[in-house]
């Protein structure tokens, strides 16, 4: 009985309508728009806290498909995504490694989505140091983000 419990539950894990349906997009999809359903389809694993590994493995083949697509924007969304799973693993140096990454593939001319990016990105080092505790650090960064937060009236 326990493992018919424990088959059925991680089948149940694994699939989601909203996922599924994101799935055939990225199936679908061609050049920079497939990078970028692959990040949608990441994040989406992660909203649903489903399986951090299969966040890791879209993000990966978004920032593949960046790459091979000159997708720029890719390697800011590849990276922040990262940094949140290295995060949710305990490996925080490799987290606050790719939330800086995610930062300096800003590019110089931001958007109002790129200057999010920056915001959430300098979030996601003041958790690392946080974790850490490396409170003074941790501050260091939420205090980064609220600035760059409030020089942009967010």
């Not at 949710?88 to 995610?102: C, L, Q, T």
């Not at 300098?122 to 980064?144: C, H, P, R, T």
Request: net charge negative; glycine share 6%; charged share 25%.
């Amino acid at each position: 009985m326990a493992l018919i419990v424990i088959l059925s539950t991680s089948a149940k894990a694994q699939t989601h309508p909203f996922i599924d349906s994101l799935k055939q997009v990225y199936i679908k999809d061609k050049g920079a728009d497939k990078a970028q359903a692959a990040f949608e389809v990441a994040a989406q694993y992660f909203n649903y806290q489903l399986s951090i590994d299969s966040v890791q493995h879209y993000t990966e083949i978004g920032l593949r498909l960046s790459e091979e697509f000159g997708y720029e924007r890719g390697f800011v969304e590849g990276n922040y995504k990262y940094a949140l799973v290295h995060f949710m693993k305990g490996e925080y140096d490799k987290s606050i490694k790719a939330a800086w990454a995610s930062i300096d593939a800003i590019p110089e001319n931001k958007t109002m989505e790129d200057e999010r990016a920056m915001i959430t990105a300098y979030q996601v080092i003041g958790n690392n140091y946080w974790m850490q505790e490396d409170f003074e650090s941790a501050l260091e960064f939420f205090q980064k983000g609220a600035q760059q937060a409030e020089e942009n009236e967010m």
